[in-house]
Nanobody, 116 residues
Framework: QRQLVESGGGLVQPGGSLRLSCAVSGIVFSIYSMRWYRQAPGEQRELVAGISSSGTATYVDSVKGRFTIARDDAKNMVYLQMNNLQVDDTAVYFC??????????WGRGTQVTVSS
């Protein structure tokens, strides 16, 4: 029916960079809003970045200027470039595709750990 598969997580030092990827299948990708969420253990899931079907990007204040979301409709891919990573960025990052409440799909997540 649909599949979202994240990749690119790992261990990085503060100030380092990672690029997360999400491969999407089973939906008409180009009409969905794509989002990246993150969740640390015991904490609420947080919307980090989103990009609309038209390419308009939004970010939570804590990552503005450091993270960039992008989509490639030809490849059914969405990316999150994360620069100047900080310890507080440590979380599981989830890819989400949404077009209303009945069309809302999630990946399984990829771990990002920032530690010196």
């Amino acid at each position: 029916q649909r599949q979202l598969v994240e990749s690119g997580g790992g261990l990085v030092q503060p100030g380092g960079s990672l690029r997360l990827s999400c491969a999407v299948s089973g939906i008409v990708f180009s009409i969905y809003s794509m989002r990246w969420y993150r969740q640390a253990p015991g904490e609420q899931r947080e919307l980090v970045a989103g990009i609309s079907s038209s390419g308009t990007a939004t970010y939570v204040d804590s990552v503005k200027g450091r993270f960039t979301i992008a989509r490639d409709d030809a490849k059914n891919m969405v990316y999150l470039q994360m620069n100047n990573l900080q310890v507080d960025d440590t979380a599981v990052y989830f890819c989400n595709a949404r077009m209303g409440p009945e069309y809302n799909y999630w990946g399984r997540g990829t771990q990002v750990t920032v530690s010196s």
